[in-house]
């Protein structure tokens, strides 16, 4: 493999990381600062692509993004409502949110599938003129995801330490001390989620105008991809503060997508690449157990080699 080959396939995998590290932001929030797994966030991924590109298909590129992040955070809202106001397990409450955004996300389409952008102004192509005759001449891509995560990671740096962030940390700590302290867990739960799905919005509606186009099913996968890409980062970046572990869940998003890259690279099939998220996934869970447990495990070993003697 040439030395252009490699940076060109880490450049792929680098803005594909930074624009899917947005929903693995997403997760961050609502699952380790929020202790509530949403299972809706495939939904609300494809939500922010169809409503970005229906909208930058209108002639409103960027006005796309902020009605991305409106659409999720609705979307946020629904999931809180289902958990907190209707008794819903958070589990349920993900699935039935997810599978009823599949219609949604249909007719936000217009009935159709797919959404083709190739002859449509994007952010991303506004970005690309901008930077024409600059050295960051065809980067274009890599520029408004790095600014997109930069913005983010900054807003949760800011926000998870005021009054209402550390009452939201405090909710996924410990509801009942939370209650105990006239601090309401229903509006923090809420106001959480529809944080955090306004990224996942955001992530899709970047990823479809980067693509070029919007898929239904778009956004398939994103929710073990994202739970990947943060446990990943959580080992790279252990505990500390908020702004660490966030960077520690960019970084992690951009290692998934790098073996997600090389994987390609090897020629390995497409339906393959699910089984890899998997296998990932399993990884980065069980890593730091069986880390814990090999001492153990290796005195075993010893024991069972010198009986053997």
């Known amino acids: 493999m040439s030395l252009s ?11 594909l990381g930074l624009i899917c590290s947005l929903t693995v932001l997403a997760l961050f929030l609502s699952y380790s600062m929020l202790n509530v797994c949403d299972l809706s966030t495939d939904g609300c991924f494809t ?6 590109a229906v909208v930058a298909i209108a002639g409103h590129p960027f006005l796309s993004l902020p009605a991305a992040m409106l659409a999720g955070m609705l979307s946020g ?11 819903i397990d958070s589990l349920l409450a993900g699935i039935i949110v997810n599978t009823g955004l599949y219609s949604v996300n249909i007719a936000v389409m217009g009935g159709s599938s797919l959404l083709n952008m190739n002859k449509v102004d994007t952010v991303f192509s506004a970005v690309k003129d901008a930077l024409k005759d600059t050295p960051l001449e065809g980067k274009h891509i890599l520029v408004v995801s790095l600014i997109a995560v930069a ?7 800011l926000f998870l330490n005021t009054r209402l962030g550390l009452a939201i940390r405090a909710t996924g700590n410990n509801p009942d001390m939370v209650r105990s302290s006239s601090i309401n867990p229903i509006f923090t739960t809420t106001v959480g989620l529809c944080v955090a799905n306004a990224f996942t919005g955001l992530s899709g ?14 956004g398939t996968g994103m929710v073990t991809i994202a739970l990947a890409s943060l446990l990943i980062g959580s080992t790279f970046m252990g505990r500390g503060s908020i702004c660490r572990r966030a960077v520690g869940v960019v970084i992690g998003s951009f290692v998934f997508r790098l073996v997600y890259t090389i994987a390609l690279r090897f020629n390995m099939p497409a339906f393959m690449l699910k089984l890899v998220s998997s296998v990932i996934v399993i990884l ?4 730091p157990y069986l880390k814990s447990q090999w001492p153990m495990i290796r005195r075993r070993l010893q024991r069972t080699k010198q009986g053997g003697k």
């Not at 980065?284 to 890593?287: T, Y």
């Open 284 to 287: 980065a869970i069980s890593g």
């Open 151 to 157: 913005l983010v990671v900054l807003f949760l740096t």
């Open 47 to 52: 939500l922010g692509a169809s409503v970005g």
């Open 77 to 87: 809202f629904i999931t809180a409502v289902l958990q907190t106001r209707m008794g």
């Open 5 to 15: 080959t490699a940076l060109s396939l880490g450049q792929t995998a680098l803005e």
């Open 205 to 218: 509606c970047l990823l479809a105008q980067s693509q070029k186009s919007a898929d239904i099913n778009i």
